[in-house]
């Protein structure tokens, strides 16, 4: 099977890519790290390998659509990171651009290609459905209205713009993974006997294991019934302050002091507001089509992580 990722280089996509590769899959992965066009091969332990092929996310298909013909699925997850700076208006721009520009280039791509895959997979977030309290979510829920919100609006619309075949969307929530993500950084204060929730501890994380986020979009390539928008997220979504006490037992360290509000929006600026918000997300699609979680609890999730 040929399966072509956008965005492949990444915590997720990485992974992803190497799931595929070690079953012997043809796995192309796109990155920007490569003159358009121009195709490297890596090899692993798993045959073929993986090939990387260059290519500029600027709108346009430019010679992607050879790339795409024969393939049984293209995924999008080329996108900036959310996290990491503060959301100036620039920064807003480059968070937008980086997707919206990417998701352009490959559905023109995919309507040139003589035989596109039968399957869109393209990333979102459940900051879709933005600061929602305890209200539980399933894919049908309303959009929100704060930045993330319109931008997953505006990403999910660029994306569904593909009409020639099955088109998903991964409205992914927190990846939980010592190795990467965010976890290393919620890890941080533990170690040092400092950590806790953050601001009420009363807003909802939806959270996936990485392996399950892994297993859930190989899933969705091979279950053709599964489409639009999907809960990539585990079963039992958790507060921030049952988070902060299940990560405390997992690393064997209390989870009693708070992060002010006040003092996050002093630090983060309006990224603040995505970390103090939440959802009660809730994978309803998944569930109703057959997915089995292999983590679906959180102390389950981090006994795996952690290995106790």
């Not at 539980?136 to 931008?151: I, K, S």
């Not at 990485?210 to 585990?234: C, F, K, Q, S, Y």
């Amino acid at each position: 099977m040929k399966v072509v990722i956008a965005g492949g280089s990444g915590f997720l996509g990485n992974a992803l890519a190497w799931a595929w590769a070690e079953e012997s899959h043809d796995v192309r992965v796109l990155t920007r790290s490569l003159p358009a066009g121009v195709a490297q091969h890596e090899s692993g332990t798993g045959k073929p390998g993986i090939t990387r092929i260059g290519w500029t996310p600027d709108g346009h298909a430019g010679s992607l659509a050879k790339e795409l013909d024969g393939a049984a699925a293209l995924i999008n997850l080329a996108g900036e990171s959310i996290d990491g700076k503060r959301w100036s208006a620039a920064r807003k721009q480059a968070l937008r651009d980086s997707r919206i520009l990417a998701t352009k280039s490959l559905v023109a791509a995919l309507s040139e290609a003589a035989a596109p895959p039968p399957a869109f997979i393209s990333g979102s977030a459940v900051g879709y459905y933005g600061n929602r309290g305890d209200e539980p979510l399933t894919e049908d829920a309303a959009p929100g209205d704060d930045f993330l919100a319109r931008l997953c609006v505006e990403w999910e619309a660029e994306a569904s713009a593909f009409t020639k075949g099955r088109v998903v969307l991964l409205r992914t929530g927190l990846v939980l993974e010592r190795s990467g993500g965010l976890l290393p950084q919620m890890m941080r204060p533990f170690r040092f006997f400092a950590g806790g929730p953050i601001g009420s501890g009363r807003q909802y994380m939806p959270w996936i294991h990485r392996l399950d986020w892994i297993e859930m979009v190989r899933w969705i390539v091979d279950t053709p019934g599964v489409e639009g928008p999907v809960n990539v997220t585990a079963p039992h979504p958790v507060t921030n302050t049952e988070f902060a006490r299940a990560l405390g037992r997992a690393l064997h360290r209390p989870a009693l002091l708070p992060a002010p509000a006040f003092a996050l929006k002093l630090v983060m600026g309006e990224l603040a507001e995505a970390a103090l918000g939440g959802q009660r997300a809730l994978p309803g699609k998944p569930l109703a089509h057959g997915y089995h979680f292999r983590y679906p609890e959180i102390d389950i999730a981090f006994r795996g992580i952690f290995g106790d």
